[in-house]
């Protein structure tokens, strides 16, 4: 196991997740991050991103919440580290947090790692 960090984004780190999702932009994950209900987390190990995970909170007509994750993403250099799984636990954490009843896994582009 690698020693990473995992903390909330900041925006000095957006040029790192844009390198590690082409086709996300500057505008996108500012908009992410002042929403209120939207965050991404990062893994940092050094000076240097190694991956992230972006969730909503999203309200249903009970009054319940989900948390709902938008991307996870980790270096490939850093696949099969427990990165991604550090930074589902993460999200879990914010189950409690706003009184969720499940997390929701809306990404389309999983890809487990073999072991």
Do not use: W
Not at 2 to 22: E, M, P, T
Not at 94 to 102: D, F, G, M, T
Request: hydrophobic share 35%; proline share 0%.
């Amino acid at each position: 196991m690698i020693g990473f960090d995992i903390r909330n984004v900041g925006s000095k780190d957006y040029n790192a997740i844009i390198k590690l999702r082409q086709g996300l932009n500057y505008s996108t994950i500012e908009s992410i991050t002042e929403d209120k209900n939207s965050m991404i987390i990062v893994a940092q190990l050094n000076d240097e991103i190694i991956g992230y995970i972006s969730f909503t909170i999203s309200s249903n007509t009970s009054s319940k919440n989900n948390v709902i994750v938008n991307e996870i993403i980790v270096e490939e250099k850093y696949r099969g580290l427990g990165v991604g799984y550090e930074l589902k636990k993460e999200a879990y954490r914010y189950l409690e947090y706003y009184n969720a009843i499940s997390i929701v896994a809306l990404y389309n582009n999983y890809k487990e790692e073999e072991v």
